[in-house]
């Protein structure tokens, strides 16, 4: 028969116990700070000045002023004035916040504004254009994007065509779809 060594069990000593749970416990807040730190930021909307009203909603046209950023600083889009005459549609560039419009971050983004607020967004990639950036664009595969907006205005969708529809008319063009196509009022 084989004989098995017998280890006395000696007393903790006093305290022991307590400092070994603080250990546990250490180790476990550190593990979750790493995690926290490593984990992709979300959408961030920061106000740098206060607008007022309501915030827009899905369907609305928002006008706006804004900037495009890299993370690195580097510019890579900015709103342009429409060349349209002044008094129908707001100053600003019109964005329809509507799925597949706009990239899913900034219509998130918008509806936290107000008219007449700056904003500074920052859209991370998976809510930007992911791994598949506008082809021939500066901007990398799962890019974060900041925008700096401006909100000059909104209106629902139809208030929008309406106020086109107008703008057609003023030009001379007409609404479009009526009237024979182009080829066929010359005359033969």
């Not at 928002?62 to 129908?88: C, H, M, N, T």
């Not at 600003?92 to 509507?98: A, C, F, I, V």
């Amino acid at each position: 028969m084989t004989e098995i060594t017998r280890v006395p069990l000696q007393p903790i000593k006093k305290g022991s116990l307590t400092k070994l749970w603080l250990g546990v416990l250490v180790a476990i807040l550190l593990g979750a700070g790493l995690a926290w730190a490593a984990a992709p930021k979300g959408l961030s909307v920061d106000t740098i000045t206060e607008g007022t009203g309501p915030n827009p909603q899905i369907g609305d046209v928002v006008f706006v002023k804004y900037v495009g950023k890299l993370a690195d600083g580097s510019e890579f889009d900015r709103s342009q004035p429409l060349p349209i005459p002044p008094g129908i549609f707001p100053e600003g560039n019109p964005l329809l916040m509507e799925e597949g419009a706009i990239i899913p971050g900034f219509i998130d983004g918008l509806g936290q504004m107000q008219k007449g607020g700056k904003y500074e967004l920052t859209i991370p990639g998976d809510m930007a254009y992911g791994a598949e950036p506008p082809p021939g664009s500066p901007i990398p595969p799962n890019a974060a994007l900041t925008f700096e907006v401006e909100v000059i205005d909104f209106m629902s969708k139809e208030d929008f065509q309406a106020r086109a529809t107008a703008l057609q008319s003023m030009m001379g063009a007409g609404p479009v779809g009526n009237g024979p196509p182009p080829s066929e009022s010359l005359p033969e």
